[in-house]
T-cell receptor
Framework: EAQVTQNPRYLITVTGKKLTVTCSQN?????MSWYRQDPGLGLRQIYY???????DKGDVPEGYKVSRKEKRNFPLILESPSPNQTSLYFC???????????????FGPGTRLTVL | AQSVTQLDSQVPVFEEAPVELRCNYS??????LFWYVQYPNQGLQLLLK??????LVKGINGFEAEFNKSQTSFHLRKPSVHISDTAEYFC????????????FGSGTRLSIRP
């Protein structure tokens, strides 16, 4: 089954304790992206990746890191989480995000993160 | 910089009534436009997208949207809604020049009354 998986689905942690949220897709998609969703703000893009070893900042990259060493995986790293990073996080992937070749984005089920 | 405004945070309608969810965008350059739906406790799914060509775009589940360049709008419509359409709907935009970077609106919660 074609899908985007995220782990963990729920995470409660404390300020300053490094964590990684994994994202994996089995559709051989080039493009992957991370978003955070907060009430009243919709989704905001954190980082995206056009292909392996190619990543770029979205609108709210501060406090986050990503890497794209393999095509299928795009982990989100919080080196020193803070309470303002408490949010619902979504990973997404797409075959292409290149103008008229833009394809559908497929979203993972979400990771609810609470930072105390 | 581009931005997306969804004018209504909540829209209550009766079942089988028509609905329009409004979306306006701000950009000095050409854009691509999207509508996504998020059902309770799920991720987002693409409803429809406008990349070029006909300004009336048909999507899944009977939804359609019309791109109006002069009014910088991309309103979503459905002639007759069902209980199963209860969800949150997000409008999104990306630039021709930077299609990988996507800006989402704040969302409209559609609630259907029987």
């Amino acid at each position: 089954e074609a899908q985007v998986t995220q782990n963990p689905r729920y995470l409660i942690t404390v300020t300053g304790k490094k964590l990684t949220v994994t994202c994996s897709q089995n559709m051989n998609h080039e493009y992957m992206s991370w978003y955070r969703q907060d009430p009243g703000l919709g989704l905001r893009q954190i980082y995206y990746s056009m292909n392996v070893e190619v990543t770029d900042k979205g609108d709210v990259p501060e406090g986050y890191k990503v890497s794209r060493k393999e095509k299928r995986n795009f982990p989100l790293i919080l080196e020193s989480p803070s309470p303002n990073q408490t949010s619902l996080y979504f990973c997404a992937s797409s075959l292409w995000m290149k103008g008229l070749r833009t394809d559908t984005q497929y979203f993972g089920p979400g990771t609810r993160l609470t930072v105390l | 910089a581009q931005s997306v405004t969804q004018l209504d945070s909540q829209v209550p309608v009766f079942e089988e009534a028509p609905v329009e969810l409004r979306c306006n965008y701000s950009s000095s350059v050409s854009v691509y436009l999207f509508w996504y739906v998020q059902y309770p406790n799920q991720g987002l799914q693409l409803l429809l997208k406008y990349l070029s060509g006909s300004t009336l775009v048909k999507g899944i589940n009977g939804f359609e949207a019309e791109f109006n360049k002069s009014q910088t709008s991309f309103h979503l419509r459905k002639p007759s809604v069902h209980i199963s359409d209860t969800a949150e709907y997000f409008c999104a935009v990306s630039l021709y020049s930077s299609a990988s970077k996507i800006i989402f609106g704040s969302g409209t919660r559609l609630s259907i009354r029987p």
